[in-house]
């Protein structure tokens, strides 16, 4: 399968999402993507406006620290973004990255446990919620008991199903994590040195995360391997070669990482256009 190629679009510019989306789908990219923070503009009122100006390319967040949003309350936006783009998005969920200012909050949970937790319970209620069926679910961080709510209270099922696409980072090579990504439907990729702290990737772990995936996942749902990086700076062939290597070792996005680049910048890669069509390469 053909590698799609998407933007992870600057933070904080609201007033431009709309229109790079816009000038994006036109220009041949497959998908639109947005961080979240601490203390940010909302990922998810952007990609509200860009659903607005767009009918084909994806939306997606990359990452909502969910830590940072009650699970029902996700669920709601997700759902109202998912109707409103008529089933174009893709939500990318986390434990948070703490260091992006979290000290400035003292009431928010840092604990790198207790996060993933809030983490795998997020990812197995979105799941149930997005059934739009009655059920409970008594877990260490949430608790629901949704048989005593009647349904007619209930909003509609989202157009994606079973669900709303669901991305988490995938740390190689730490079992819990990967673990984690056999209940989603894509991985973006992240690797652990062996003094424990992050590293750069290779096409040789994908394809070991890949082979991990492909061994253990029982859901029969798409699988994304999703990587983020930089290739704007590389002459065309090298550019090439680059991408050509992370697609056949198993990834199926290229997100062109833009997080604080210039208007100009941007504008300019979005111009170019992806460096081949999906279904070509």
């Known amino acids: 399968m053909a590698m799609k190629f998407g933007l992870a679009l600057p933070y904080n510019q609201i007033r431009s999402v709309a229109g790079w989306a816009h000038q994006a789908e036109a220009a041949g990219w497959d998908g639109c993507f947005l961080g979240d923070a601490i203390w940010c503009e909302d990922p998810m009122i952007a990609l509200a406006a860009a659903a607005t100006a767009t009918s084909r390319i994806r939306l997606g967040t990359m990452i909502i620290p969910v830590p940072l949003r009650r699970p029902w309350k996700l669920a709601s936006e997700s759902l109202a973004l998912d109707r ?4 174009r998005l893709t939500l990318g969920l986390g434990a948070g990255a703490v260091w992006m200012g ?15 937790g809030m983490l795998d319970e997020t990812i197995d209620i979105l799941t149930l919620l997005y059934q739009r069926k009655q059920f409970d679910y008594d877990g260490q961080h949430y608790h629901l008991k949704l ?3 009647d349904l007619m209270h209930y909003p509609p099922q989202p157009v994606q199903q079973p669900r ?4 988490v980072p995938g740390l190689w090579p730490r079992q819990k ?20 702290r992050p590293t750069a990737a290779t096409p040789d772990d994908v ?7 492909d061994a253990n996942r029982t859901l029969t749902t798409p699988f994304d391997i999703v990587m983020n990086g930089s290739s704007k700076e590389l002459e065309p062939a090298e550019q090439q070669e680059t991408l050509l290597a992370w697609q056949d070792a198993g990834v199926t996005w290229w997100i062109e990482g833009l997080w604080e680049a210039t208007d100009e910048v941007v504008n300019e890669v979005i111009r170019r256009g992806p460096p081949w069509r999906s279904g070509e390469g």
């Open 102 to 116: 979290w000290h400035a909050f003292p009431d928010e949970i840092t604990d790198t446990k207790t996060r993933a």
């Open 164 to 167: 709303i696409p669901l991305w």
């Open 207 to 213: 394809r070991q995360m890949k082979a991990f995936v």
């Open 177 to 196: 994590s990967m673990q984690r990504v056999l209940k989603c439907d894509g991985l973006l990729v992240e690797k652990l040195g062996e003094d424990g």
């Open 147 to 149: 048989t005593e709510m």
């Open 84 to 87: 409103l783009s008529d089933g």
